[in-house]
């Protein structure tokens, strides 16, 4: 004789959120918050990397790590809200490469 399973008579089903709502609610959450969103030490190396291109010992100390992880952050957050103003005034929800360039030649940065 075979064994029937018992029936699952309470399988409770996962709620799932729209889709968007999980984004939305990232963005909030990070928008709020004010600690660096670029990990440190990967970012430290960086740093170091291309320090080592100028002077083959140059040194940097902890705030000056952290100056310039503000800097590079609050640049960056800069560049993609101005791209994505062109996005939204091209009509579209999608930030483009041709948006980044854009931004970042009426801004004249030469990176």
């Known amino acids: 004789m075979m064994r029937v399973p018992p029936c699952k008579l309470y399988v409770k089903k996962r709620y799932r959120y729209r889709p968007g709502t999980v984004a939305l609610r990232e963005i ?3 928008q709020k ?5 670029i990990p440190r030490l ?3 190396r960086l740093v170091k990397e291309i320090g080592q291109s100028f002077k083959a010992e140059l040194r940097f100390g902890s705030s000056a790590i952290d100056a310039l992880q ?7 957050v ?3 809200h101005d791209t994505n103003m062109f996005a939204i005034h091209a009509k579209r929800v999608t930030i483009m490469r041709n948006d980044i ?3 970042k030649r009426l801004r004249g940065d030469k990176l």
């Open 101 to 103: 360039m854009l931004a």
């Open 78 to 80: 800069d560049l993609f």
């Open 28 to 30: 909030r959450k990070y």
């Open 70 to 76: 503000e800097a590079a952050e609050t640049f960056l």
């Open 33 to 37: 918050s004010t600690e660096p969103l």
């Open 42 to 44: 990967p970012f430290e």
